[in-house]
C-alpha cells in the first residue's frame, strides 16, 4: 500500500511539472504579445509626431518652431576614386548620407540624387591622400562637399535642400 501512494505521487509531480512548463510557455507567449503590442502603440505615436513634422508644426524643447525635423537620405552607392598623395595615389572609399530637414528636402534630395552624386564625386576626387589622413583634413573636405553641394542644389532647385554632409564610412588605401 505504501508503494501505490508513493507512485501515485511520482505521478502527480510529473503532471505538476507538465503543467508549470505549460503555464510558463504561456507566459512567455503573453509577454511577447504585449511586447509587440507596447511597441507598435509606440509606432503609431510616432507616425503621430512625424506627421505634425510634415506640417510643420514641430516644436524643439526651447519652446520655438523648427524648420521640420532631421531626416537623413542615404545615398544609394558609396563613393569609389583615387587621390593623388605625395609618396603615392591612395584608393579612397567614402558612404554618405546627408541630413536634410523636413519631408520636402527630402523628396527634393531624393530626386537630385544623380547631381548630388555628381557633385559630391567632384569634390571628393579633387582632394590630396596626405590631407584625408587626418581627422582636420576629413572635416576640410565634408565641409567643402557641403559649401559645393549646396550651390549646386542652389543652381538647380532654388534652395538649400542639404543642412550637412555625414560621412558613414571612410577607407582609405
Do not use: C
Not at 505615436?45 to 508644426?57: K, R, V
Not at 514641430?58 to 563613393?79: E, I, N, Q, W
Request: proline share 3%; no cysteine; aromatic share 4%.
Amino acid at each position: 500500500m505504501a508503494a501505490e501512494k508513493d507512485l501515485v505521487i511520482a505521478e502527480g509531480s510529473a503532471k505538476k511539472k507538465w503543467l508549470l512548463l505549460g503555464g510558463g510557455a504561456a507566459l512567455v507567449v503573453v509577454l511577447i504579445v504585449v511586447g509587440l503590442m507596447l511597441f507598435t502603440g509606440s509606432d503609431s505615436n510616432n507616425a503621430a509626431s512625424s506627421s505634425d513634422a510634415a506640417s510643420g508644426a514641430v516644436s524643439t524643447p526651447g519652446g520655438t518652431d523648427a524648420k521640420g525635423s532631421a531626416l537623413y537620405v542615404p545615398l544609394p552607392r558609396p563613393f569609389v576614386f583615387n587621390v593623388p598623395g605625395a609618396s603615392r595615389d591612395r584608393m579612397v572609399q567614402i558612404k554618405v548620407q546627408l541630413l536634410v530637414r523636413g519631408t520636402n528636402n527630402e523628396t527634393i534630395a531624393m530626386r537630385h540624387i544623380p547631381l548630388i552624386e555628381g557633385s559630391l564625386l567632384e569634390t571628393f576626387s579633387a582632394a590630396n591622400a596626405d590631407e584625408l589622413v587626418t581627422v582636420a583634413g576629413r572635416d576640410a573636405l565634408k565641409n567643402k562637399a557641403l559649401s559645393d553641394l549646396q550651390q549646386a542644389m542652389i543652381e538647380v532647385v532654388g534652395s538649400v535642400v542639404v543642412e550637412e554632409v555625414l560621412f558613414t564610412g571612410f577607407v582609405m588605401q
